[in-house]
């Protein structure tokens, strides 16, 4: 019994992970690409900031029309 015991854990210790514990020393194409666009400027990037600003000015805008049409309720109900 002892002697499954001990193949047992030899067994287990010579698992290979299946995930890496170290980071690979070349990376990999993608991550080069990402690693080569950070801070960059990007067609993308200034449509993304683009369409943010117009979303949160739309945002104001709407915001502005409801407290006006809940200004004139309050006046009718008055």
Same mark, same amino acid.
């Given at each position: 019994?002892?002697?499954?015991?001990?193949?047992? #854990?030899?067994e287990?210790?010579?698992?290979i992970?299946?995930v890496?514990?170290?980071?690979? @020393?070349?990376?990999?194409?993608?991550?080069? #690409?990402w690693?080569?666009?950070?801070?960059k400027?990007?067609? /993308?990037?200034?449509?993304?900031?683009?369409? /943010?600003?117009? #979303?949160?000015? /739309? /945002?104001?805008?709407? @915001?502005?029309v409801?407290?006006?049409?809940?200004?004139?309720?309050k006046?009718r109900?008055?």
């Amino acid at each position: 019994m002892p002697r499954h015991l001990i193949s047992d #854990a030899h067994e287990w210790i010579n698992e290979i992970p299946t995930v890496p514990t170290c980071y690979l @020393a070349k990376p990999q194409p993608r991550e080069r #690409a990402w690693q080569n666009q950070r801070g960059k400027k990007t067609l /993308l990037s200034f449509t993304l900031v683009g369409s /943010l600003t117009g #979303a949160v000015h /739309l /945002l104001k805008n709407n @915001a502005d029309v409801q407290r006006q049409a809940q200004r004139e309720q309050k006046s009718r109900v008055d």
